[in-house]
């Protein structure tokens, strides 16, 4: 394998990681962090702004990883970033109001759509597969 491949891949999952509370208008961190929407201490824009980088982030992660390792599975790749986008939909959708729902079901939502868990299951299931004879 390429080390360039994994120095990029490593590089995105940290950027990804780093952006967590940055606020992408102003670069600079921001005190709440922007894992729950607080009107109080963000904008909306910013809001948007770095939740749409982290799922970009992410998006071009799952895609690097898949045209190294999955070239034949186009499909997949196309589920899962319609799937990624849907979940991160729903999740600004529902952070905008204090329902019970809204607030129970961003916990398990947040971590698959905008941190890189999809994108390392991936290269762990990629690291695990036979290589073709």
């Known amino acids: 394998m390429k080390y360039k491949f994994w120095i990029i891949i490593l590089t995105l999952i940290l950027i ?12 600079k961190n921001n005190g709440c962090g922007y894992y729950y929407f607080n009107p109080s201490c963000m904008e909306w824009t910013a809001f948007l702004l770095n939740k749409s980088a982290r799922i970009s982030l992410n998006l071009l992660t799952i895609w690097l990883i898949y045209k190294q390792f999955f070239n034949g599975h186009k499909l997949a790749y196309f589920a899962i970033t319609i799937g990624l986008f849907l979940l991160g939909a729903i999740d600004v959708f529902f952070l905008q109001n204090n329902y019970f729902f809204a607030m129970r079901s961003h916990e398990y939502i947040h971590p698959i759509a905008f941190s890189p868990l999809v994108a390392i299951i991936l290269l762990i299931f990629a690291l695990n597969q036979k290589p073709n004879s």
């Open 16 to 27: 990804n990681f780093g952006t967590q509370s940055l606020n992408l208008m102003a670069l």
